[in-house]
């Protein structure tokens, strides 16, 4: 798949705009699941996920073409989402948590076709609590427990995709374990 | 063991798939008379278990289509745009260049008259340029709006703008092994941007070259 991709970004360096619509449509799920999962929201993943991929049409020939293309484009992203949650007003902020829309507005956009038994509803409850217990990290920490339990990127891979040094990851994703673990104790 | 320092230290070298043999054993060991660390050990899994058990998000429909309309519009000479934004101190220098050297164009269209940049025992003929046999030209070769055909020697670089190198092997005599030799590059320059391109890196040869002296 890679290298399908590889092919496609050649063409797109070339002018030819029509081949990174298949780089988007291969990439369009995972990259506004992942800015759904930072910013909490669907009307921000969507915009920033947008954005992402627009950013990286835009910035082609910055992307090297001996690294792999998905650690850029999640780079984009990552940074798009930590902009945008850097910026947020805090009025903003505290009304999502008011409402507690967060994790609701995140289930109702599962892909799923049939209704839910009930103990289904019940671990729909706990796993919108996870959820929004994730959204609570201090971003830098929620990127990396994002990243690995979430997208499946090896440490190596986050390092990559944040520009950290491995041993910062590893702090930061111990420190991440403990917060959430702290939290979820008592569940 | 210590508990809050080595053990949990190690529970998450543990999950990070970075423990050795030596450490897993001593872990173990102490997971198996310390209730706490248990406890611990037992919430991080379950901790990771859950964080894990999220669903897949898909993308809102026609999300491709909004972003390829959202993309620049694509032009034909996009990619020298693209490629000027991808180098902003060559388009800086540029946007220099052809202030200071607003004549470039007007050359380039309207000069079409032949210039050698150094005329000792060449042979003109018409349109070409001729470096006869046995005469070496020492130095860098500069053709413009004609031809060159090298039957000699150029101790140096060939550029020729708007103009070909023509080929002087004589088929049939076997002197296909006595072609003109060029101890450096050879660069035609025929277009627009291949100009402009070719004075820029002139101009930074330069600026590098005085600059290393
Ligand atoms: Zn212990």
Not at chain 2, 135 to 159: A, M, S
Request: proline share 3%; aromatic share 10%.
């Amino acid at each position: 798949m890679e290298f399908m991709i590889k092919e496609k970004i050649k063409q797109v360096k070339k002018g030819d705009q029509a081949a990174f619509e298949d780089v988007v449509a291969f990439y369009q799920n995972k990259i506004y699941q992942h800015c759904f999962r930072m910013l909490g929201n669907a009307h921000e993943a969507e915009d920033i996920a947008q954005e992402a991929f627009i950013r990286a049409y835009v910035n082609i020939h910055s992307y090297d073409d001996q690294r792999k293309f998905s650690t850029w484009l999640y780079r984009i992203a990552t940074n798009l989402t930590i902009d945008r949650i850097r910026k947020r007003k805090p009025d903003y902020y505290l009304d999502a948590e008011i409402k507690g829309a967060d994790g609701l507005d995140m289930y109702s956009q599962l892909e799923t076709d049939n209704p839910l038994p009930e103990e289904e509803v019940e671990s729909l409850e706990l796993k919108s609590y996870i959820h929004h217990e994730i959204s609570e990290l201090p971003p830098k920490y929620r990127t990396i427990i994002i990243l690995r339990y979430l997208e499946d990127f090896s440490l190596k891979e986050i390092s990559d995709i944040l520009d950290i040094p491995l041993g910062t990851v590893k702090t930061r994703i111990h420190r991440g374990r403990e917060a959430l673990r702290k939290k979820l104790r008592h569940v | 063991m210590n508990c809050k320092k080595e053990a949990v230290e190690l529970m998450h070298k543990y999950l990070d798939g970075d423990l050795t043999k030596v450490e897993e054993s001593s872990l173990v060991q102490h997971l198996e008379t310390c209730e706490d660390c248990q406890k611990h050990f037992h919430e991080l899994k379950r901790t990771i278990t859950w964080i894990q058990s999220t669903e897949q998000i898909v993308a809102p429909p026609n999300f491709t289509q909004s972003v390829m309309d959202k993309l620049p519009k694509e032009k034909k000479r996009i990619s020298y745009m693209r490629w000027f934004k991808a180098h902003p101190v060559i388009t800086a220098a540029a946007i220099f260049f052809i202030f200071m050297f607003s004549g470039v164009f007007s050359a380039y269209t309207h000069d079409s008259q032949l210039i050698v940049s150094k005329q000792e025992d060449l042979i003109i003929k018409g349109d070409t340029v001729i470096v006869p046999e046995g005469v070496t030209v020492e130095g860098d070769l500069v053709v413009k709006n004609g031809n060159l055909r090298i039957d000699g020697t150029v101790d140096g670089n060939v550029t020729l703008i708007h103009g070909k190198l023509l080929d002087n092997s004589i088929e049939g005599e076997g002197l296909m092994a006595s072609v003109g030799e060029v101890n450096g590059k050879i660069e035609q320059v025929d277009q627009v941007f291949e100009w402009m391109w070719y004075h820029l890196r002139n101009m930074f040869e330069s600026i590098f070259s005085l600059g290393t002296v």
